[in-house]
């Protein structure tokens, strides 16, 4: 297959969209944890959480936008200035998927789709409890994508919670242990496991690669 700028714009609405969503190759899968000022609580599958920077620790994500379709998830962490991110599990993976239905702000998606909230440590916004890998983050900034209308969401760390055996004694951390799930577009999951490690790239460790 080969499409032009021209072909991609002409093609079927929703065949575009699938195209286009799995492209960039399997992304994070993770559910997002709000709660509001009235205690109305919200979780919601992402695919696009992002590292940003280890110091700070920072995270981001892109959201919809906000117009004539609720995004609670948003309304929630601006209103409160929390939220949480956790990763996905395999296991509940149909679960974290039915989180995306736009179900009314009155319904916690966390009870509609038997999910657990769990509260840690005095912080404001659920974690999911079926996550192995939990973090909580206090929202900092918002930047408008101008082009399509979306928003980049930045949080830093507040709380991260991983199990023990998951991290080496050097910081890394092994996603195959606890089984997190990848996303291809917007509905097929996939398992992780590791293929390789390799040391900091340095131009004098270069291997030959015959070239």
């Given amino acids: 297959m080969y499409l032009t700028k021209s072909d991609i714009e002409n093609l079927e609405r929703k065949k575009r969209l ?19 000022k009235d205690g109305q609580t919200n979780v919601a599958i992402f695919s696009s959480v992002f590292h ?7 995270l981001g994500f892109i959201t919809r936008p906000t117009g004539e379709v609720p995004r ?3 309304e929630n962490l601006k209103e ?7 990763h996905v599990p ?5 679960k974290a998927h039915y989180t995306s239905a736009k179900v009314d702000r009155e319904v916690s998606e966390f009870e509609r789709c038997g999910l657990t909230e769990e509260y840690l440590n005095g912080f404001h916004a659920p974690f999911v409890k079926e996550s192995s890998l939990k973090i909580g983050l206090s929202f900092q900034e918002e930047l408008p994508i101008k082009i399509n209308g979306t928003i980049m969401i930045i ?9 023990d055996e998951a991290v080496d004694e050097k910081g890394y951390i092994d996603l195959s ?13 996939y398992s992780l496991q590791p293929v390789a490690s390799f040391p900091y790239a340095r131009p004098s460790e270069i291997p030959d690669f015959g070239a």
């Fill in 155 to 163: 949080g830093q760390i507040e709380e991260l919670i991983i199990p």
């Fill in 90 to 94: 395999t296991t509940i993976a149909d």
């Fill in 72 to 74: 609670h998830t948003y």
């Fill in 80 to 86: 409160t200035g929390f939220y949480t991110i956790n």
């Fill in 52 to 58: 940003l920077g280890s110091d700070p620790a920072l």
């Fill in 18 to 36: 699938n195209i286009i969503n799995s492209v960039s190759g399997i992304k994070p899968a993770n559910l997002i944890g709000t709660k509001s």
């Fill in 177 to 189: 242990l606890y089984n997190t799930a990848g996303i291809s577009g917007l509905n097929t999951y």
